[in-house]
């Protein structure tokens, strides 16, 4: 298991911590051990908020034992893996989400199976963008596609992820990103006692 730390971008203060096996699982019932096994390191009392990875899949099989476990957990967002996703699962999703108030983060946005209409029908609390892919694109290509996301879901809270430099820490700076995530913030001491504030 690994984590990475979750920071605001304009001050670099702690904001939540991304929990990781550190391997993809094999099967629905592999991730929902997965999701298991991470859940127990987000302490409830916990200021922090605590993204996990889970496929819809998962989340539809188990979407009452999920229920029981988050009722009561506002620090907890599912973090939806995309990748072989079908279009009626994420429909499924959007159908149960506000019902049993889950709250969802798109990853690696623009990648793969991310697209449009799946922001539409989700509406997630959280998107990542995805800073690897945007290597050697100017602040302009960033910035619409902020100004698309926003336009889309307002108020929706952005999170630029594998950050690795200092040129792309300044592009989330200027266009003032909410979030940052990546190498270039981790440290020695990103261990499990920092899960707890």
């Known amino acids: 298991m690994k984590l990475e730390k979750i920071l605001r971008t304009q001050s670099l203060e702690p904001y939540g911590y991304e929990l990781l096996m550190g391997k993809a699982p094999r099967s629905v019932e592999e991730d929902w051990e997965f999701f298991n096994a991470l859940i127990e390191l987000a302490y409830p009392e916990s200021l922090y908020v605590y993204f996990i990875n889970i496929y819809p899949r998962t989340i539809i099989r188990h979407q009452d ?25 994420i429909i499924y999703l959007s159908n149960i989400k506000d019902y049993l108030g889950f709250k969802f983060c798109i990853d690696d946005f623009g990648r793969r199976s991310s697209n449009i209409d799946r922001l539409i029908l989700l509406r997630p609390e959280f998107i990542k963008l995805d800073f690897e892919l945007l290597k050697g694109y100017n602040l302009e290509v960033v910035e619409n596609v902020k100004r698309l996301v926003h336009s889309i879901i307002p108020g929706v809270k952005l999170i630029a992820e594998k950050v690795e430099t200092q040129e792309q820490y300044n592009i989330a700076l200027a266009l003032e990103i909410d979030f940052v995530q990546g190498y270039y913030f981790m440290h020695e001491d990103s261990g499990s006692h920092m899960l707890r504030p």
Do not use: A, F
């Open 65 to 89: 034992e999920l229920y029981e476990i988050l009722k009561d957990r506002e620090n907890i967002v599912l973090e939806i893996i995309e990748e072989d996703t079908k279009e009626e699962e």
